[in-house]
């Protein structure tokens, strides 16, 4: 009998008990920061943000895809709510709803006053949100800096104004089945295109097929093409923000995906953020890029804890870049002007990031959100199982949606858009020849990039 996971499958029972083992660990870990000196509280002054007389909040954010994600999430909240008496409402919504919701938020001036969600979507709506460079500045000074990524995607392209308050990454590396990869000839993936070519081929003639996700899906979809692309040195726009995907970089992957889908289990052109999660659990699937969630699922259920102990997390390869071109789905908070509570919702978001929240919420997701503020380096998260600790620098990534150009609307829209997943989707599909896929992307890249 398969197992099938679904999101509502990946819940308490088993992933509780490691939360509950993180848990165990925070006092150490809280004292820990503190002989590192990573918690600057004497040195660094709040933002003052008087809370509005009859301040409530209502927050949108993203559905958990490990359970005490959203458990200590709430119980964070209602801490807010006893010390401050702002009553705080949370609704999670599905990965592929919150940009929809959030372009009606923004567009009719109406709806949550804060909503987290992914990456650049702050970037499409700056003219909607309020300056959150005061909250930002003083996390940041009293945890150690914000990482790479965090901080570009957290300011206005080109200022050092921030319009988005990242709390998190969900990085995406190679998850595979060791004695599959053994079987096959070799010890772990290779790093190179062709090394990675070839092992999926031989995984597939093994009756072990790979697979990728090549549907409009916001994380796995996003996170392969993107990947595919940069590694061979290709971009949707160069620095300038200029359309640059049509280009013989992005030609040679689009005809290197042609080889390597022949390889992939059977539907990936239609997977969402959830497919390969299920395939992986019931072993039609033995290569794939997730995050974390699948292996504490599988680890913390007895009927998949073997495929849990034969899993191995790995850096997806390098191709013919000198680092992995991987980015991080990125949980990005952001307040809209039509807020009547703004200082609230400022102060909401700052103690959430603070150290007595914010770690324990790290700590319980297990490493599926990886955290965007050095001092969290030394939470307990990642301290224990090394196939957890893979996902630590997620946010140290120099890459992120758009690269090489500059997060603005226009970078968002081609994401939500799928300009990039769309165009490898019609190459691997057989619908459009490599040249046909870029040309057709470059044309609807131009109508967003207006060039």
Known sequence: MTNIITRRSITRRGVLAAGAGLAAMSAGAHKAFAQAGRVQAANVTPPNLPIESGATLRMLRPVRFVQPDEDVFRANAAKFTAKTGVPVRVDFVGWEDINQQTAVTANTGAGPDLIMGFSDAPHIFTSKLIDLTDVADYVGKRYGGWLAMAEKYGKRSGTNNWIGLPFGASGGPLVYRKSAVNAAGFQSVPDDHAGFLDLCKKLKAAGKPSGFALGNAVGDGNSFCNWLIWSFGGYLVDEAGKVAINSKETIDALNYLKELHASFIPGTTAWNDISNNRAYASQELW????????????????????IAEDTQHQLMPKGRL??????????????????????????FLQFMLEHEQHEPWLNANLGYWAHPLAAYDAAAVWQGDPRVSIFKDTMRSPFWNGYKGPITEASGQANAEYVTVQMCAAVASG???????????????????RS
């Open 322 to 347: 000198s680092l992995p071109a991987m980015t991080g789905l990125t949980l990005n908070a952001m307040v809209f002007r039509h807020s009547k509570f703004p200082n609230a919702s400022k102060a």
């Open 287 to 306: 290569l794939t890029q997730n995050g974390v969630s699948l292996y504490f699922a599988l680890k913390n259920d007895p009927a998949t804890a073997a």
């Open 431 to 449: 619908q459009s020849t490599a040249q046909e896929a870029a040309q057709e992307a470059e044309r609807r890249a131009r109508r967003i990039f």
